[in-house]
């Protein structure tokens, strides 16, 4: 049996997970082709021509479709693997005839993990697929953009590198606070409350000054490729309307790639931190075997 962990969640569940990701990538190329189809409805436009809009129009519902359907299937997929695991902590406590205070506290934190599983790891996956899949279009549109694009994106990589361990140190000091909190509620005692909460929030704003100072370096670096591409685009390309639009939506997109992706990675270095927590001789069950009453 093996240990909690994001690489053993996804390999005990790795066949509803799989779905999940299957329908996720399906979603965001379908959005990929936006800017592309929206450059071709305007250059048709221009002259009264409406195929491109038929094929935006059909672009859109199939958008709609998937993006519907992959909501509806992710909450009932997350959810199970939420009461599996949080099962798994909660009988091994029981049954150890353990101090249930921090098992509370894990169970908080667990939901954590689930909801990176549910939330952010879907935007990482489409953040990652936008940047791939914008970049490429750059350089086919515009190489020049294309090559300021990929210069921004590894500088914001390196803020977001030389942060890890500070993002890590943080976070381990806010779930220390939150496993705690069960055991001091229990405890009724004020004074150390005050000071739980005085220390909780003391963390959260350290760590939320750190992300503001890599969200203002990585704008910085976001705002000066978007200048760089209307430059090039309009006044030194002098592309037709449409051109103009697919080459700034993409650097957009591509932006906007860019800013998610690294907010995703910090929320992995904070559920990889919960999940060595929740590693404590802890292992993943096989959803397929049932619990013993």
Same mark, same amino acid.
């Given at each position: 049996m093996?240990?909690?962990?994001?690489?053993?969640?996804?390999?005990? !569940?790795?066949?509803?997970?799989?779905?999940?990701?299957?329908? *996720?990538?399906?979603?965001?190329? $379908? *959005?990929?082709?936006?800017?592309? +189809?929206?450059? #071709?409805?305007?250059n %048709? $436009?221009?002259? @009264?021509?409406?195929?491109?809009?038929?094929?935006?129009?059909? *672009?859109?519902?199939?958008? =709609?479709l998937?993006?519907?359907? &992959?909501?509806? !299937?992710?909450?009932?997929? !997350?959810?199970? =693997?939420?009461? /599996?695991?949080?099962?798994? =902590?909660?009988?091994?406590?029981? /049954?150890?005839?353990?101090?249930?205070?921090?098992?509370?506290?894990?169970?908080?934190?667990?939901?954590?993990?689930?909801?990176?599983?549910?939330?952010?790891?879907p #935007?990482?996956?489409?953040?990652?697929?936008?940047? +791939?899949?914008?970049? =490429?279009m750059?350089?086919?549109?515009?190489? !020049?953009?294309?090559?300021?694009a990929?210069?921004?994106?590894?500088?914001?990589?390196? +803020?977001?590198?030389?942060?890890?361990?500070?993002?890590?140190?943080?976070?381990? $000091?806010?779930?220390?606070?939150?496993?705690? &909190?069960? &055991?001091?509620?229990?405890?009724?005692?004020?004074?150390?409350?005050?000071?739980?909460?005085?220390?909780?929030?003391?963390?959260?704003?350290?760590?939320?000054?750190?992300?503001?100072?890599?969200?203002? $370096?990585?704008?910085?670096?976001?705002?000066?490729?978007?200048?760089?591409?209307l430059?090039?685009a309009?006044?030194?390309?002098?592309?037709?309307?449409?051109? +103009?639009?697919?080459?700034?939506?993409?650097?957009?997109?591509f932006?906007?790639?860019?800013?998610?992706?690294?907010? #995703?990675?910090?929320?992995?270095?904070?559920?990889? /931190?919960?999940?060595?927590?929740? %590693?404590?001789?802890?292992?993943?069950? %096989?959803?397929?075997?049932?619990?013993? @009453?």
């Amino acid at each position: 049996m093996e240990t909690i962990s994001h690489a053993t969640i996804l390999k005990t !569940y790795r066949g509803r997970i799989s779905i999940t990701f299957v329908i *996720l990538v399906g979603e965001h190329l $379908l *959005l990929l082709l936006e800017p592309f +189809v929206i450059g #071709m409805v305007i250059n %048709d $436009l221009t002259q @009264k021509v409406w195929q491109g809009v038929y094929l935006f129009l059909g *672009l859109e519902a199939a958008v =709609i479709l998937v993006g519907v359907a &992959r909501r509806i !299937y992710d909450t009932r997929t !997350y959810g199970g =693997i939420y009461r /599996e695991i949080g099962q798994n =902590i909660s009988t091994k406590a029981i /049954e150890a005839h353990e101090d249930l205070s921090p098992a509370i506290g894990r169970a908080d934190l667990l939901q954590e993990v689930v909801d990176f599983f549910e939330n952010e790891l879907p #935007m990482a996956v489409g953040a990652s697929i936008s940047i +791939v899949g914008a970049l =490429i279009m750059l350089l086919l549109l515009s190489p !020049y953009v294309g090559g300021v694009a990929l210069v921004s994106a590894l500088a914001i990589a390196a +803020v977001f590198i030389i942060s890890r361990k500070r993002i890590k140190s943080l976070n381990a $000091l806010v779930n220390d606070e939150l496993e705690a &909190r069960a &055991r001091l509620f229990i405890a009724r005692e004020r004074k150390p409350l005050i000071a739980h909460f005085t220390r909780l929030v003391g963390h959260r704003i350290s760590l939320s000054d750190l992300e503001a100072r890599n969200f203002g $370096l990585s704008y910085l670096f976001v705002v000066l490729l978007i200048a760089f591409a209307l430059y090039q685009a309009v006044a030194v390309s002098q592309s037709s309307i449409g051109d +103009v639009f697919a080459v700034l939506t993409y650097a957009a997109q591509f932006a906007e790639g860019v800013i998610v992706l690294p907010l #995703m990675y910090q929320q992995y270095v904070r559920t990889s /931190e919960i999940t060595g927590r929740l %590693d404590s001789g802890i292992t993943m069950r %096989d959803p397929e075997t049932p619990i013993k @009453k």
